[in-house]
């Protein structure tokens, strides 16, 4: 099994950053595909980012150009740095492990999940 550890949520004003951590545990030599979930109140959860074994990575249309995904495959964490941020871009931010089958990805496990909240 992968155990996934995240940090780094807070609150921040508008137009600041924010560095999420996420540290991953156990079985993660199966893990192929990194990737940053997120939620916020009353809407469906949202992948932000993803990150390869090859280090390939696809971010969502509304962070391109501000967030950036990261790894320290020496510490088996990977990162996501959030700059400019909105006020729309408060959410509970997961991280998630995700191991490939037949072509196709599937979950291993998520993190618990960190607050991030933007003010205006």
């Known amino acids: 099994q992968v155990q996934l550890v995240e940090s780094g949520g807070g609150l921040v004003q508008a137009g600041g950053s924010l560095r999420l951590s996420c540290a991953a545990s156990?079985?993660?030599?199966?893990?192929?595909?990194m990737g940053w979930e997120r939620q916020a109140p009353g809407k469906q959860r949202e992948l932000v980012a993803s990150i390869t074994s090859d280090d390939s990575t696809d971010y969502a249309d509304s962070v391109k150009g501000r967030f950036t995904f990261s790894r320290d495959s020496a510490k088996n964490t990977v990162y996501l740095q959030m700059d400019r941020l909105k006020p729309e871009d408060t959410a509970v931010y997961f991280c998630?492990?995700?191991?490939?089958?037949?072509?196709?990805?599937?979950?291993?496990?998520w993190g618990q999940g960190t607050q991030v909240t933007v003010s205006s």
């Open positions: 998630k492990a995700e191991g490939v089958s037949g072509g196709y990805y599937y979950a291993l496990s």
């Open positions: 156990g079985s993660i030599s199966g893990i192929k595909r």
